[in-house]
């Protein structure tokens, strides 16, 4: 998958080096390539931001630097998806990660300050696929967190990212959509808490059973809203059995 990147802070994607990512990189599953904005900033300041038409608090950048910028990108590209981080956008979910890992090709735009003149996201929705997304109800100072968390959670979906596949299935958010399950392992008994015995069965029905019960009443404690109708409640007596 080919990423570019435009942010007036290119340092801030050094991390991309690390880890998973970093071998992604260097093995050639993943291709990012990190621009900086100002390059296409031409006065003296290289100066990327302006008053807000209408008035009121805050900067707003400046449309010709990112026109510049995406025409330079869009170009050479075939068929990309042009992301818009922002907190006004659609709400980026684990399905979106999926949506987004079947992609060749993804630009995301890091705005900062008040956000970017509307001007650029409609004229890039002219000629690209364009979405704004948001990573959460709350309102972070630039787009590049908000890029790094959706590049992350698209990138370890791509096949060949993670070394055994099976291990993302089991995952919150995945699947039946329910809160992950509690893990354990050695030693057995750690500072006076032991492990749940059925895990120590080796009966793997009842580990099964064990899990899903468990992965209910966490739904059910702190994210009730994501159960669904047939999902079954503490009355059926699916909840805490061992
Ligand atoms: N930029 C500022 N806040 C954001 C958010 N919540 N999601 C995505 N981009 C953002």
């Not at 209408?54 to 990309?80: H, R, Y």
């Not at 993804?106 to 509307?118: K, N, S, T």
């Not at 159960?227 to 503490?234: K, S, T």
């Amino acid at each position: 998958m080919r990423v570019d990147i435009v942010t007036i802070f290119p340092a801030f994607f050094d991390v991309l080096d690390l880890s998973l990512m970093g071998r992604a990189r260097s093995n050639g599953v993943l291709d990012v390539r990190i621009h900086d904005l100002r390059d296409h900033a031409h006065d003296r300041h290289r100066t990327v931001d302006d008053t807000p038409y209408g008035g009121g608090a805050g900067m707003v950048m400046k449309p010709e630097p990112w026109g510049e910028a995406l025409d330079a990108i869009l170009a050479d590209a075939d068929d990309p998806l042009v992301v818009f981080p922002s907190p006004a956008g659609q709400v980026f979910r684990q399905s979106t990660a999926h949506e987004l890992s079947e992609e060749q090709h993804l630009v995301f735009c890091c705005g900062r300050y008040e956000g970017i003149d509307q001007r650029v996201i409609d004229d890039t929705a002219g000629r690209s696929r364009t979405m704004m997304l948001s990573i959460g109800d709350y309102v972070l100072n630039g787009g590049e967190s908000a890029t790094m968390v959706v590049l992350e959670a698209v990138a370890r979906l791509i096949p060949g990212m993670v070394g055994n596949p099976e291990s993302l299935l089991h995952e919150s958010h995945e699947q039946d959509g329910l809160l992950e399950y509690p893990v354990y392992t050695k030693p057995s008994s750690w500072r006076g808490h032991d492990v749940p015995p059925v895990l120590l069965s080796g009966h793997h029905g009842r580990v099964g059973e064990w899990r899903h019960a468990q992965q209910l009443e966490r739904t059910r404690l702190v994210r009730p809203e994501l159960l669904r109708a047939e999902d079954p409640r503490p009355a059926d007596g699916e909840i805490g059995r061992e």
